[in-house]
């Protein structure tokens, strides 16, 4: 599904990604871990299309297409989606309005009939009950007086309204408490464990992993990939720390 080979890619001049190469096949949940600095973020940002982030070498396969070709709202019609690790708040735009735009314009390109008022606010009010957020908070610009969680939670409702092909969550787990880490893991999976699906979950900790189950882990320092392994992996580094486990 994707295939990344040899990426290189700077901000501001200064290199970040130095030649970083990964493979994720369809039915697959990748974890990404490492130490701050290391470019996790910057990845899912150059595979998102975040302006700034300028490729200076290698390329990116997704489902046949070269992604870096594609415009942002080309690669999200596509099938891509991007969880950010602080969701940014839209003033003045409420969560309806912004995500009916979303998926219609999404159908749109790929050929489909947009959604009713009244079928989109089933498939909302559906998402929002599935992650235990009050339907209410759909009417309320996007994120605005969220807390973290709150934040984190509606990401996973515009995920399930949007329902890609492939997510790539950034700290997804930032923020969330007990209950509501289960309730986002359960999310995650409920919405893209499926064998045309994929995730890549980057984080900092092994706590997500306990309900997003990993079928691969992998290490990421200084702008590459120095360490790939199962789930196991995780628990050492979570119990060992990076020093010791990529000496």
Known sequence: MLLIQDL?????????LCGLSLTVNAGEVH????????????????????????????SVTFAGRDLLALAPHERAAAGLFLGFQYPVEIPGVSN????????????????????????????????AASL???????????????????????????MG??????AILDETDSGL???ALRIVGDGINRIMRAPDKAVI???????????????????LEAGRITRTGGAELAVQLERDGYAAVTA
């Open 8 to 16: 290189h890619a700077e901000i501001d001049g200064k290199e970040i």
């Open 31 to 58: 974890a990404i871990m490492g130490p701050n600095g290391a470019g996790k973020s910057t990845l899912g940002y150059v595979l998102g299309g975040r302006p700034g982030y300028e490729v200076t070498a290698g």
């Open 96 to 127: 309806v309005q912004f995500l009916r735009e979303a998926l219609n314009a999404q159908r749109g390109s790929r050929g489909e009939k947009p959604l009713s008022g009244a079928e989109f606010l089933k498939l909302a009010r559906a998402q």
């Open 132 to 158: 235990q957020m009050d339907a209410e908070m759909l009417k309320r610009p996007v994120n605005v007086g969220f807390s973290g969680g709150e934040k984190k939670r509606n990401e996973m409702v515009q």
């Open 161 to 166: 309204i949007v329902n890609p092909a492939l």
């Open 177 to 179: 408490d007990i209950d």
């Open 201 to 219: 979950l980057i984080t900092h900790y092994q706590r997500l992993l306990d309900y997003v189950k990993p079928d691969v882990v992998h290490v």
